[in-house]
């Protein structure tokens, strides 16, 4: 099934599409395995941090392997990718989305640049996902520390500049920031549903993602679905996972076969991808 074809079925069907972060073979299995196990369509999301470590070329080769192995459809997004060669090779490996966030350059710059992807993925039938609010914090667990100001309200999406955005890339999926960070905080993460219907009453043509998807509660994440998300990124609360797994294993075991220490950290991983699965309501729908 076409990238474009999945969003459209969870948008129909007022779901969302789990977008899960790998940074290694055990966290791919991890989301793999969950989305087989629930029948879900997923996105496997890699960095330009994450693509660097894996290979660009590995992790298509991967992908394309577990989606004929399991007949499930994964589509593999370059996250948050920071310049217009990393997207074009990106393209040219096989990856089937790209979200490119030029919100760190000036507007028209990141407009420019956008245009010039969103131009050369069309020409494969590769949507493309954009953004303009820069979407604070990083993905960490930050819940020991004293962090505030992630959820600058002055930073919000105004649903007027996405209009505007939209359509002068011709991007097919907006990042809207209304309360979303990336990471783990001590407060939980609340999401401003009101400036979500708006947003969505701006851009009823498009697709609409909610990155910072960790630490948000489950009542706001349903509202968002209803309110017209359909690509939640996960990354923050994998990576706590898998670490507290590893460390448990490694402090427990003088085992050293590594296919024996990771299964029960691949276990950890894929129990919180198939929770979000659950809660995004994609299970079923592959
Ligand atoms: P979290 O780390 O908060 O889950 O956010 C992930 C994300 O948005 C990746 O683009």
Redesign the pocket.
């Known amino acids: 099934m076409e990238t474009y074809e999945i969003f459209r079925k969870a948008k129909d069907g007022k779901y969302a599409i789990g977008a899960f ?1 790998a940074a290694n073979l055990e966290t791919l299995k991890a989301i793999v395995q969950a989305a087989h196990k629930l029948r879900a369509p997923v996105i496997i ?1 890699a960095s330009d941090g994450e693509v660097n470590f894996i290979g660009k070329r590995e992790v298509v080769a991967l992908i394309k392997i577990y989606r004929e192995e399991y007949n499930l459809p994964i589509i593999l997004n370059l ?2 990718a920071g310049d217009l060669q990393g997207c074009i090779e990106a393209i040219e490996a096989g990856f089937d989305y790209i979200h490119f966030d030029g919100s760190k350059l000036s507007y028209e710059k990141n407009v420019e640049i956008t245009k010039r992807i969103v131009e050369v993925a069309h020409s494969k039938n590769i949507p493309v996902e954009g953004e303009i609010d820069h ?1 604070q914090g990083s ?1 960490a667990d930050h819940r020991q520390e004293n962090v505030t100001g992630v959820q600058k309200k002055e930073l919000y999406s105004n649903p007027v500049s996405a209009r505007k955005f939209v359509d002068e890339t011709l991007v097919d999926t907006f990042a809207s920031f209304i309360g979303n960070a ?3 905080y001590a407060n939980a993460k609340r999401i401003d549903i009101a400036l979500l219907g708006r947003i969505k009453e701006a851009l009823p043509d498009k697709f609409l993602s909610l ?5 948000i509660p489950d009542e706001d994440i349903k509202s968002a679905i209803s309110h017209g998300i359909v690509k939640i ?5 994998l990576r706590v996972a898998f670490r507290d797994a590893l460390k448990k294993v490694i402090n427990s075991t003088e085992e050293v076969a590594i296919y024996k220490i990771m299964p029960e950290v691949i276990k950890a991983v894929q129990d919180v991808v198939e929770a979000k699965i659950s809660l995004f309501g994609s299970a079923n729908k592959a």
């Not at 990155?211 to 630490?215: E, K, L, P, R, Y």
């Not at 990124?233 to 609360?237: D, Y």
């Open positions: 972060n999301e996250d948050h979407i993905s990336h990471g783990l990155h910072g998807g960790s630490g990124n996960v990354n923050s609360e």
